[in-house]
């Protein structure tokens, strides 16, 4: 039985993919399996790499969504810690393997996050979230989650432990993996290492950039922040404070959002955005 899984969930990305999967079999760890799912790509990806002993390769026979074949992946993973790698996205073995060394060391912590590299064609910067090895309380990472945003970061800047039942929520796209943490959050600790896990790219077909051009970034943001302050709740008393600070953000990011439309003359996507508003409220 492997220890840890790797998950690699690739669509129309092929050489890409493959480098995410070298990245992945870079990791010398002996209990390792790769789970690498094609999801209907056009060209069916051929590489020797496919035929590693630690790699099982599926190709799904109908599409499936991007959060569907996430849960496909962890569904068909056998590993007591998980890494969700994206087809983009490149491994970091020496930052990776601080992350499972910290979910050996601490059976209360549910997930580690760690630092990344966002990467282009032309650069590569490094994004210092942590500078230090920290544990931060679920109810303190809960309320982190409220007056910020996704500060823990992408699927491939964390791994996690593995629960039954556990999947990625559905009713996300672009901050599926925010909600997922918050789902991590209730079994134990968040855990915070200053090292280097993943490789991000950035590039312009990410799928980021289209849930940001009809605004679902915001929407889902508001409804997160709430769900995090809904999770204090069975925690803390001051659950009501944590919930007026939800609604003061969204107040704020609205208008911020208006006038950003309105000073690139953007009316489109400021009717997009007004509409979708009104169906809210």
């Given amino acids: 039985m492997p220890l840890i899984s790797i998950l690699i969930p690739t669509k129309d990305r092929p050489e890409w993919a493959l480098d995410a999967l070298q990245s992945a079999l870079s990791i010398k760890h002996t209990q390792l399996e790769i789970i690498f799912s094609d999801n209907c790509s056009k060209i069916e990806i051929q590489s020797p790499f496919l035929k590693d002993q630690r790699v099982r390769y599926f190709r799904q026979?109908?599409?499936l969504s991007m959060v569907d074949h996430w849960n496909f992946c962890i569904n068909q993973s056998q590993g007591?810690?998980?890494k969700l790698l994206c087809d983009d996205d490149l491994l970091v073995p020496?930052?990776?393997?601080n992350e499972i060394e910290s979910l050996t060391k601490h059976p209360n912590v549910s997930l580690v996050c760690s630092n990344r590299i966002e990467f282009s064609k032309n650069k590569e910067v490094l994004v210092l979230n942590f500078s230090k090895e920290s544990i931060l309380p679920k109810a303190l990472a809960l309320k982190?989650?409220?007056?910020?945003?996704?500060?823990?970061?992408?699927?491939?800047s964390v791994s996690f432990?593995?629960?039954?039942k556990f999947q990625f929520p559905k009713e996300y796209s672009y901050a599926c993996d925010w909600a997922a943490w918050i789902e991590l959050l209730e079994h134990g600790d968040l855990m915070q290492v200053p090292s280097t896990s993943c490789k991000f790219r950035i590039h312009e077909k990410n799928l980021t950039n289209k849930f940001i051009e009809n605004h679902q970034d915001f929407f889902e943001v508001q409804s997160l922040r709430k769900r995090s302050a809904l999770r204090l709740k069975s925690i803390q008393s001051n659950h009501f404070y944590y919930s007026l600070v939800a609604d003061y953000f969204f107040y704020y990011r609205m208008l911020r959002r208006i006038f950003r439309c309105l000073r690139l003359r953007d009316f489109r996507s400021l009717g997009i955005f007004l509409k979708k508003l009104g169906n809210m409220l």
């Fill in 61 to 63: 026979k109908e599409p």
């Fill in 80 to 82: 007591e810690f998980i």
């Fill in 94 to 97: 020496e930052g990776f393997s």
């Fill in 144 to 156: 982190k989650m409220v007056f910020s945003e996704n500060f823990i970061g992408p699927p491939s």
């Fill in 161 to 164: 432990r593995r629960y039954p």
